[in-house]
């Protein structure tokens, strides 16, 4: 019988997620040439719609979406959908080289710190 358990730790995970995808866009904006977020509601803004679609592409595609989760294709969809964030985040700003660099500094995130970014 399902309590439901189940339903709020994904839940969890996911918020968690969004938070430390929110942190780590803030690192990448500065370090990453092409690559721009102003403001702290774009910061929370992207990190929701990267993080939403993120999840959207694991469920229906059934493809780990994390930039080395597997291999050079997620790596390719890790930059994709950071590009097509940009269309749905105002003040948010990134060229095809910010979206390639962004998700190579979010994968070299992931392989330091044990918790999923992307």
């Known amino acids: 019988m399902d309590t439901g358990h189940s339903t709020g ?3 969890l995970r ?3 997620r969004m938070i430390i995808t ?3 866009l803030a690192v990448v904006s500065f370090l990453t040439p092409g690559f721009s977020i102003r403001g702290l509601w ?3 803004l992207a990190a929701v ?7 959207l592409v694991e469920k229906m595609m059934k493809v780990d979406a994390a930039p080395f989760g597997k291999g050079f294709k997620g790596f390719i969809i890790s930059a994709i959908i950071i590009y097509v964030a940009q ?3 105002p003040g948010m700003s990134v060229s095809i080289i ?3 660099l962004g998700a190579l500094v979010i994968g070299i995130v992931d392989a ?7």
């Open 42 to 44: 774009s910061f929370l």
């Open 112 to 118: 330091v710190f044990p918790v999923r970014v992307m």
């Open 87 to 89: 269309f749905l985040v």
């Open 98 to 100: 910010g979206a390639i």
């Open 49 to 55: 719609v990267i993080s939403v679609i993120d999840y």
């Open 22 to 24: 929110a942190v780590v």
């Open 9 to 11: 730790s994904e839940f």
């Open 14 to 16: 996911w918020f968690g």
